[in-house]
């Protein structure tokens, strides 16, 4: 049975929010930011606050962490390669569908 | 109920040691894991290499699995014999590589009930339970729903407490406003009474536009003529067709800047357009001697200075 709940765009994500998405603890945000993943920006209270892209990054980290067995040093390194990936994957889509 | 021969999914002999089966799963897992490889297809074997570990990885679920016989294939309609529950007790309670919720009939009848653990996660065993990571889910959407805003269907499983005590999976279908402008990566949060759902918007493919961020890429395909003298075109963009200035003498690859024509939002993406110069065929007597003509006048080596 379909919902009508009340829907707002999230700008940024506090910790405890991420960690609950994710399904993760803390230690892991620590140790993406040690590898320099993902950058958190402080906010005006210096609880740590996550972009969408840091979100959507840890959450992706983790699962590759849990699901692979990578560590936050490989998921990174993976997370890169994979967006180069499909940066490249899509501009190949680009310039081969037009018949020349 | 179908048949699953799970030494097949897993591309080994049915006498493969232990050793064999845990390379030929992580191998499979690896390729197939949905945030690597983004096709569904892939998605699917994912979770059919993860139900196939999960019995052939412990010696007893693989021994009973065994035990049901060679000879038949993945998809042959299968009873389980009738002594089936009387049969093992399976040590190990929780499951590590599946997730309970997505696991075929032949699975939850076979290996399914009798434990009582939940998804414990792969390799480490990770902190933090199955509840906390169901509420985030992955949304997607087409181009055009984040120019014009619209209302999406999101239908998410995750686990409640059921009436006996257990965990059951309930799916929930969820109507989700998304609001104009969002971008990729952009996290919507939907409350309902049952609690707090995250869900990360992400753009379906398009055949023609490609997303970065708020910018919109594309290629636009002009005529020679239209290329050398430059003019005005009408370039389709997921917001509606607008026209385009061509500054005369543009190149093949050039790219052309429509400011604010990207994704809406503050500020608003911009379109680039890549002009690819597309030569018309010579299918009439008519074309073919234009097409003469310009060889005669317009000497042109495009291939000057290229060394072998």
């Not at chain 1, 067995?69 to 994979?82: D, E």
């Not at chain 2, 009873?79 to 040590?91: K, M, N, S, T």
């Not at chain 2, 599946?98 to 792969?122: I, K, N, Q, Y």
Request: with cysteine.
């Amino acid at each position: 049975m379909a919902k009508r709940p009340k829907v707002e765009i999230v700008e940024t994500l506090t910790l405890t929010e991420l960690c609950e998405a994710g399904g993760f603890r803390a230690a892991w945000i620590v140790e993406l930011t040690e590898h320099g993943a993902i950058e958190p920006a402080a906010a005006a209270d210096d609880a740590p606050r996550f972009s969408p892209a840091d979100a959507a990054a840890a959450i992706r980290a983790w699962r590759l962490h849990r699901d692979l067995g990578v560590n936050a040093a490989g998921a990174a390194l993976a997370l890169s390669l994979i967006e180069e990936r499909d940066r490249l994957a899509r501009r190949l889509r680009l310039l081969e569908g037009v018949e020349g | 109920m179908e048949y699953r021969d799970y030494y097949e999914t897993l591309g080994v002999e049915r006498a493969a040691s232990p050793e064999e089966i845990k390379r030929a799963y992580r191998k499979l897992a690896r390729e197939n894991h949905p945030d690597v490889n983004d096709d569904p297809a892939a998605t699917e074997r994912f979770k059919a290499v993860g139900e196939a570990y999960e019995v052939l990885k412990d010696p007893e679920r693989r021994a009973a699995y065994d035990r049901l016989g060679a000879g038949r294939r993945t998809g042959e309609p299968f009873e389980p014999p009738p002594d089936w529950d009387g049969g093992y007790a399976f040590a190990d309670g929780g499951f590590h590589h599946v997730d309970p919720a997505e696991m075929s009939d032949f699975f939850e009848t076979l290996f399914g009930r009798r434990t009582g653990g939940g998804f414990a996660g792969g390799f480490g065993g990770g902190p933090g339970g199955f509840e906390a990571a169901r509420r985030h889910a992955r949304l997607e959407i087409d181009l055009a729903d984040a120019y014009a805003g619209a209302r999406r269907r999101a239908a998410l499983r995750a686990p409640e407490l059921g009436p006996e005590g257990g965990v059951v999976f309930r799916e929930r279908v969820y109507d989700v406003e998304i609001p104009k402008g969002v971008a990729a990566g952009d996290h919507v949060r939907v409350r309902d009474d049952a609690g707090e759902i995250l869900f990360e918007i992400a753009f379906r493919a398009h055949p023609v536009f490609a997303v970065e961020g708020r910018d919109i890429r594309m290629e636009l395909p002009v005529t020679p003529w239209e290329a050398a003298l430059g003019g005005t075109v009408r370039a389709p963009t997921p917001g509606g067709p607008v026209d385009l200035k061509i500054p005369p003498g543009a190149r093949s690859g050039q790219s052309l800047r429509l400011k604010g024509k990207g994704l809406p939002g503050r500020p608003p993406g911009d379109l680039y357009a890549a002009l690819r110069i597309v030569a018309p065929p010579a299918e009439t007597a008519e074309g073919r001697a234009l097409y003469e003509r310009m060889a005669r006048e317009m000497p042109f080596d495009p291939r000057a200075g290229m060394e072998a």
